[in-house]
């Protein structure tokens, strides 16, 4: 996991799948993910962009079920507060 403090955003310019999975169920195992759950926990704001999405990276040949639990711990960081931006300019 890359982070990156900006004012009083953290960026998370870089998320694998085994850090976005204890993200999710908040178990912290790096002092990286314990500042994740921290920043949230304090009130500020943290982006992911798409493209730091490690998972993203094999669209096209993981297969169908473990691609969407991929997505799925996706919502649930969404859900928790982190924004996830896209590339396309928003």
């Known amino acids: 996991m890359t982070l990156e ?3 009083r955003t953290l ?3 870089r998320l694998e799948v085994p ?3 204890r993200l999710a ?3 912290p195992q790096t002092a ?3 500042e994740v759950l921290a920043a949230l926990l304090a009130g500020a704001r943290v982006c992911l962009g798409r ?3 490690e998972y993203r990276c094999y669209r096209r040949t993981a297969p169908h079920g473990i691609y969407r639990r991929c997505m799925a ?3 649930e960081l969404r859900e928790m507060g982190i924004c996830v931006a ?3 300019g928003r």
């Open 51 to 53: 493209e730091g999405l």
């Open 32 to 34: 990286e993910e314990a």
């Open 73 to 75: 711990l996706e919502r």
């Open 19 to 21: 850090e976005m999975g």
């Open 5 to 7: 403090w900006r004012g």
């Open 86 to 88: 896209g590339t396309s």
């Open 11 to 13: 960026y998370i310019t």
């Open 25 to 27: 169920a908040c178990a």
